[in-house]
């Protein structure tokens, strides 16, 4: 494990208030069945976005929208309008990638300097706060936006189908991939296993499911234990309900064997073996390990490798279509 990773373990003690995962239990019981992979609707749902003012930036333009979420009536009021941002090469592009937040990630600061990129290699990008993050925050900015179980239900179903319905719209004028790092990876590779449309996927320390992620690694202390009733009780329930989210679960389609994984090989985060269940899911996927990168450097020291994973997924994909 690299060292800043350990380094997390103290942080969690030390803002035990604003980092504490599920530190209001289990939530509403009736939400936890949404994780559920088997069960996913996969038929995406209309979206309509209306769009700004296009505003001009060296290499790139830039566009932001606001749209109803297209799974708004299971969402809490303040959630249900979805806020989008949209970049794109100043020559225009053919290819589009959705990308994916991670844990704690709110607005587009982050995945904005990862679309300058794609946008310099003639890829747009849109990205969107997913429900209860950013400017769908339900709770006070100091707090952990996802206080149950139930919480965290909820914003991957939402996540999932939301971004199906970005797809289904851009997939009109544009080739479609979908990214993310951490949680973003593995919402991005929940997308692409149940996308109907062919789908470009980059994920960098993605996991097949948040299950290991949350049991098995770092996060799994950070977890409030008490507040779901004791972690003898409360571990091998919470390894199934978040296990029901997984990308194992799904029969593998064609434009998967183009996807392009990246890991470190010492994070303390994602288990090297969730990363790797993912790719030999997926016959033909790439995996690309990056020596001594724990999952805080990863991204940090290595995001270059995450635009260059999208530019080579696209391109795969583009090899498996017939001429």
Known sequence: MHPFDRAAVVGFRL???????????WGDERDLALLSTRDFDVEPAPIEVVWGRKEEHRGFRLRRGQATSPVAPRLP??????????????????????????????????????????AARG????????PLYGSR????????????????????????????????????????????????????ALVAAVSPVETAMAGM??????????????LNRAIDWKAL???EQAQSRLRSVLGSASVLEVEPLPHLAS???????????????????????????EVRSVPGAGHATLLWKHSSMLVEAVADSFARLDRRRPR
């Open 15 to 25: 803002a035990r208030k604003a980092s504490a995962v599920f530190p209001e239990g």
């Open 77 to 118: 009021p303040d959630s249900r309008v979805m806020s989008l941002e949209m970049v794109e090469p100043a020559a225009g592009s053919d290819a589009m990638c959705v990308l994916m937040p991670a844990w704690n990630e709110h607005g587009f600061d982050r995945r904005r300097k990862l679309s300058a990129e794609l």
């Open 123 to 130: 890829i747009g990008s849109v990205a969107f706060d997913i």
């Open 137 to 188: 925050r339900v709770v006070a900015p100091d707090l952990q936006p996802i206080r149950t179980v139930a919480n965290f239900a909820v914003m991957g179903w939402g996540a999932v189908a939301e971004a199906l319905s970005v797809i289904a719209a851009m997939s009109r004028d544009h080739r479609i991939g979908v990214a993310g790092f951490s949680m973003g990876g593995n919402l991005a």
């Open 205 to 218: 320390a993605a996991s097949h499911s948040p299950g290991p992620v949350y049991l098995d690694g770092i």
């Open 229 to 231: 009733g004791g972690r």
């Open 259 to 285: 996807a392009v994984l990246v890991v470190g090989d010492r994070d303390g985060f994602v288990p090297a073996s969730a990363s790797q269940a993912l790719a030999s899911h997926w016959p033909g996927a």
